[in-house]
């Protein structure tokens, strides 16, 4: 009922683009800022993008000006638009919810999905 689920991620050369998609379950009818991490291996989880509800942007140092952030407020779902991509961007991609609200329960919840994995390799 409370899931984020992600999709787009796959094998791509280096300088190529790859579009991640998340998008919320049906269980939660909010949203406020909606984030894309990426873990690569042996590294800690680190912000890529997030985007608030009023979409203003914000980028991780090392992918500002290659990567775009988007959402659709109505279907509480997010986009990363990666290009020029680079082997170390390598990693698995999580999409993560600060603040989900859904009728089954009060307050709001924070949400991560599963992750994608992107491959940037020649």
């Known amino acids: 009922q409370v899931h984020l689920e992600e999709s787009g991620g796959g094998l791509v050369q280096p300088g190529g683009s790859l579009r991640l998609s998340c998008a919320a379950s049906?269980?939660?009818?909010?949203?406020?800022?909606m984030g894309w991490y990426r873990q690569a291996p042996g590294k800690q989880r680190e912000l890529v993008a997030s985007?608030?509800?009023?979409?203003?942007?914000n980028y991780a140092d090392s992918v500002k000006d290659r990567f775009t952030i988007s959402r659709d407020n109505a279907k509480n779902t997010a986009f990363l638009q990666m290009n020029s991509l680079k082997s170390e961007g390598t990693a698995v991609y999580y999409c993560?919810?600060?603040?989900?609200?859904?009728?089954?329960?009060?307050?709001?919840?924070?949400?991560w999905g599963r992750g994608t994995l992107v491959t940037v390799s020649s």
């Open positions: 993560n919810v600060d603040k989900a609200y859904g009728k089954t329960w009060t307050g709001h919840l924070e949400v």
């Open positions: 049906a269980g939660i009818f909010r949203v406020d800022t």
């Open positions: 985007i608030t509800s009023d979409n203003t942007a």
